[in-house]
């Protein structure tokens, strides 16, 4: 009996006598073994072969190593080896071995609430703390489910529910997720000068009030193409004074705004993570219609288009490329302010962090060189005992930057001068890759104003797309 272990495929198998003609195997059976809590339907849909199918010998080192990235792009499995077993006359067995990961995290919250880290190091504005508490059941009932429950108090209050559910039908293929969020805020940014957003504390706090309540159907019918459908109803209201200080906020001097938001998205990716991709690509488009014309008294009917694209390519050993592109169009030009927002807030140019551009459209693209300094490894902790915690995978890369962006504004205010403009940066920076898919990024850049610094992030640039 021969048994190939693939951990890292192109290395730890053996291509000798498999790659050596199209000849056929057999795939006997698929034993699965690890999943204590996992169901094996979980485990068998992310496998893209089946027992009983044919498959050649060349084809066979590929296929595993495609259903490895599969199961661990769920984020349920913290390692995932597939065996082979020659069961003689070209038929096989294949042997999935998996370690799960640790799935209820009662996790308490002390955090920042500025619009990124490096802001908030800035600032050091103590009284933008956030506390409270935070349940996630990953892998609820072992069916990779995911049961969240939030309540967070501080500088901004929230409660949040949120169940989501994949893999329904007899096919697996359908998937549903229903959510509801009360977002309370006693101090906010109304509007934006001089490029930097503005905050407002009235006397009549709260400031803000948002309720905003989701369902969301998903098909996927194989292993890289999804499509989802989500209807969203939000209820913002706002104090007389923030009313009166910016008119536009929620649109003609209103204090309350409400409407619902129907989205569709297709998602196309074939990337080899989606924690931190080294080669693959992925492909996003997504329509918005916010207003349906089910509440007539919605100030701001809007469409909205948006593209996203990231090339992963590994161009020599240890050497890679990646490039993110993003792109943003609305029909509707003149906006309220909580609409208008373009980068700064979810995306941002790397040397532009204390910066917000508003708009109702824009691009933005990210180029990446960078080269493995850490091979990915891994390392035992002796002295835990749950497999859960005691082995740690990681990686460590270095890399070169360049970002560039526009944002498009028919009616600027004329204190905000990029807008309308293209801006650019560049820079260097090195990113720590562990396990529980953390990715720290340092890095340090300039902007085209020559402004410069070193910033911190605490996720994969593009990751939140």
């Known amino acids: 009996m021969v048994c190939f272990l693939?951990?890292?495929?192109?290395?730890?198998?053996?291509?000798?006598?498999?790659?050596?003609?199209?000849?056929?195997?057999?795939?006997?059976?698929?034993?699965?073994?690890?999943?204590?809590?996992?169901?094996?339907?979980?485990?068998?849909?992310?496998?893209?072969?089946?027992?009983?199918?044919?498959?050649?010998?060349?084809?066979?080192?590929?296929?595993?190593?495609?259903?490895?990235?599969?199961?661990?792009?769920l984020s349920i499995f913290n390692f995932v080896f597939l065996n082979v077993k020659h069961l003689g006359?070209?038929?096989?067995?294949?042997?999935?071995e998996v370690t799960e990961r640790w799935y209820i995290w009662p996790i308490p919250i002390l955090e920042y609430a500025d619009r990124n880290f490096s802001t908030f190091l800035e600032n050091r504005d103590w009284d933008k703390i956030n506390y409270g508490a935070w349940l996630k059941w990953n892998n609820f009932r072992g069916r990779n489910e995911l049961l969240t429950a939030k309540i967070r108090l501080g500088y901004i209050k929230e409660y949040a529910l949120a169940y989501s559910k994949p893999n329904m039908g007899?096919?697996?293929?359908?998937?549903?997720?229903?959510?509801?969020?009360?977002?309370?805020?006693?101090?906010?940014?109304?509007?934006?000068?001089?490029?930097?957003?503005?905050?407002?504390?009235?006397?009549?706090?709260?400031?803000?009030?948002?309720?905003?309540?989701?369902?969301?159907?998903?098909?996927?019918?194989?292993?890289?193409?999804?499509?989802?459908?989500?209807?969203?109803?939000?209820?913002?209201?706002?104090?007389?004074?923030?009313?009166?200080?910016?008119?536009?906020?929620?649109g003609g001097g209103s204090t309350r705004q409400n409407f619902f938001l129907l989205t569709y998205q297709f998602n196309y990716d074939v990337r080899d993570s989606r924690v931190?991709?080294?080669?693959?690509?992925?492909?996003?488009?997504?329509?918005?219609?916010?207003?349906?014309?089910?509440?007539?008294?919605?100030?701001?009917?809007?469409?909205?288009?948006?593209?996203?694209?990231?090339y992963h390519q590994k161009i020599v050993n240890r050497l890679y490329f990646y490039n993110a592109t993003k792109a943003r169009f609305s029909t509707e030009k003149v906006l309220p302010h909580f609409l208008n927002k373009g980068l700064g807030y979810n995306e941002n140019l790397r040397g532009y962090e204390p910066y917000v551009i508003d708009g109702s459209d824009y691009v933005i693209s990210m180029y990446n060189l960078k080269v493995q300094v850490v091979k990915p490894n891994s390392y035992t902790i002796p002295f835990i005992g749950m497999e859960q915690f005691n082995k740690i995978h990681y990686a460590?890369?270095?890399?070169?930057?360049?970002?560039?962006?526009?944002?498009?504004?028919?009616?600027?205010?004329?204190?905000?001068?990029?807008?309308?403009?293209?801006?650019?940066?560049?820079?260097?920076?090195?990113?720590?890759?562990?396990?529980?898919?953390?990715?720290?990024?340092?890095?340090?850049?300039?902007?085209?104003?020559?402004?410069?610094?070193?910033?911190?992030?605490?996720?994969?640039?593009?990751?939140?797309?």
């Not at 260097?428 to 104003?449: C, E, P």
């Open 6 to 73: 693939l951990c890292h495929v192109t290395e730890a198998v053996s291509q000798d006598s498999l790659v050596i003609s199209d000849d056929k195997l057999v795939i006997h059976d698929i034993l699965i073994s690890g999943n204590k809590i996992t169901h094996e339907s979980v485990i068998l849909r992310e496998l893209i072969f089946s027992p009983g199918d044919t498959v050649f010998k060349m084809q066979l080192i590929p296929s595993l190593q495609r259903s490895r990235e599969n199961l661990l792009n």
């Open 89 to 96: 006359d070209n038929v096989i067995d294949v042997t999935v």
């Open 170 to 250: 007899k096919n697996q293929t359908h998937g549903i997720t229903a959510s509801f969020n009360a977002n309370q805020q006693n101090e906010m940014y109304i509007s934006t000068e001089n490029n930097q957003p503005v905050e407002y504390e009235p006397l009549d706090i709260p400031a803000q009030v948002r309720l905003n309540t989701s369902f969301k159907y998903t098909y996927r019918r194989k292993y890289y193409a999804s499509h989802f459908l989500r209807v969203d109803y939000y209820d913002y209201q706002i104090s007389d004074s923030v009313a009166i200080v910016n008119s536009n906020y929620l």
């Open 276 to 310: 931190y991709p080294l080669e693959g690509y992925n492909v996003k488009f997504r329509a918005e219609q916010y207003g349906l014309g089910l509440i007539p008294d919605f100030e701001s009917p809007t469409f909205r288009l948006t593209g996203i694209l990231m």
């Open 396 to 465: 460590v890369y270095a890399n070169i930057f360049a970002d560039f962006g526009f944002v498009n504004n028919d009616f600027p205010n004329p204190t905000n001068t990029m807008v309308n403009t293209w801006q650019f940066s560049a820079g260097a920076g090195i990113d720590l890759i562990t396990y529980y898919d953390k990715v720290l990024s340092i890095y340090y850049a300039i902007n085209r104003y020559g402004e410069h610094g070193f910033f911190f992030q605490l996720e994969t640039p593009f990751a939140r797309w």
